[in-house]
């Protein structure tokens, strides 16, 4: 059974995120020839204050740059 687990920073749409589950689902199956039913996507959101690059967070860095 495929587990797919996808970190983000929060911001995209519900069907952005849809999108990317499906897609994701999708070349799960036709990589490794899993069935649908059987592969797991899971979306975690994070606030940009939370997730960090390089001792900069991703707040900082699209702050630096505005």
Do not use: N
Not at 34 to 41: G, M, N
Request: aromatic share 2%; net charge neutral; hydrophobic share 40%.
């Amino acid at each position: 059974m495929p587990i797919i687990d996808v970190t983000l920073t929060q911001g995209r749409s519900p069907e952005q995120l849809r999108t990317l589950i499906h897609e994701l689902t999708l070349a799960a199956q036709r990589a490794v020839d899993a069935p649908l039913t059987s592969i797991r996507v899971m979306v975690r959101e994070v606030p940009s204050t939370h997730f960090a690059a390089g001792d900069v967070t991703i707040a900082e860095r699209r702050s630096s740059t505005s």
